[in-house]
């Protein structure tokens, strides 16, 4: 296992002084190499939760292991993908996907070129590598963040609904590429979503969560093949399920 979360609590004070209890005992563990989905409404401390496992956060209480111990801050192990697209936006997407690189195998910088270059053209982009981000649409953008992060090989991914913004075709191709990168890479990923359709697509395991607190309310584990066809009935089935274990009715 490379990830265990133990009894982990989480409050906020609000701006009227009111304490909002947003993560109520959470036990969680992720295995190696798994790809896990964090679901819920909208307020249900996904986001809290993913940046308690970054180390970006940390808990009133309980805690978050990793295979090296406690997790006490961020690390080069753990590659964090914002929702907006955290681009700089002063750098080519070529320098953009090279920068985290270099910055990891500062001694390699010939060897970070070519694979940058290899990668972007991977997924479409080599026309764009000398191009600024804000002359990429949001999905192009979300591409170079993906390889960029993945590129740095970090063993764990955590991501926070990277595809919510994008229309629906475009998501479904980034969604096939991020299962082809995953695999390639043998990466960790902890993936946040409130899209029934994206967790059940990508998923080993969907973790079902609850709001006011937050907690883990289910987890459903998928066996299905990959690449998933979502017009299968077992995909259908297990939508099914989900939706039901979540509370259809309770999602905003
Ligand atoms: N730094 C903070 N200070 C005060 N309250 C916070 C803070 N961060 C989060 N919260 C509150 O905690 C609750 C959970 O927030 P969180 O962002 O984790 O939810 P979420 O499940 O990611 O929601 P969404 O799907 O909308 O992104 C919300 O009510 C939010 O207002
Ligand atoms: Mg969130």
Redesign the pocket.
């Known amino acids: 296992m490379v990830i265990q979360v133990k009894n982990v609590n989480?409050s906020?004070?609000?701006?009227d002084g009111d304490i909002?209890h947003?993560?109520d005992n959470i036990n969680l563990d992720i295995k190696d190499r798994e790809f896990i989905c964090?679901l819920?409404?909208?307020?249900?401390?996904?986001?809290?939760?993913?940046?308690i496992i970054a180390g970006l956060?940390e808990p009133d209480s309980g805690e978050v292991n990793d295979s090296a111990g406690l997790i006490k801050g961020p690390s080069r192990d753990r590659g964090f993908i914002f929702?907006q697209y955290s681009l700089f936006p002063w750098m080519t997407v070529l320098d953009n996907v090279v920068f985290g690189l270099n910055m990891c195998y500062p001694d390699k910088k010939e060897e970070n070129l070519e694979s940058a270059k290899r990668y972007l053209q991977r997924v479409g982009l080599e026309d764009f590598q000398n191009s600024y981000p804000y002359q990429l649409s949001g999905g192009m953008k979300q591409r170079v963040a993906i390889i960029r992060s993945l590129l740095n090989h970090t063993p764990v991914q955590l991501m926070?609904?990277p595809f919510s913004a994008l229309d629906m075709q475009t998501r479904h191709t980034l969604q096939e590429q991020l299962i082809g990168v995953w695999k390639r890479f043998d990466t960790t990923i902890v993936f946040?979503t409130?899209d029934v359709d994206e967790a059940v697509f990508l998923a080993d395991k969907v973790v079902v969560?609850d709001?006011n607190p937050?907690r883990v309310k289910d987890i459903v584990s998928i066996d299905l093949e990959r690449p998933r066809k979502r017009e299968s009935t077992e995909f259908l089935k297990i939508q099914e399920e989900v939706m039901e274990s979540l509370g259809v009715h309770d999602m905003?």
Do not use: A, I, N
């Open positions: 989480k906020f004070k609000q701006e909002l947003v993560l964090l819920g409404p909208s307020g249900c401390g996904k986001t809290t939760l993913l940046r956060d929702q926070d609904e946040v409130h969560m709001k937050g905003e």
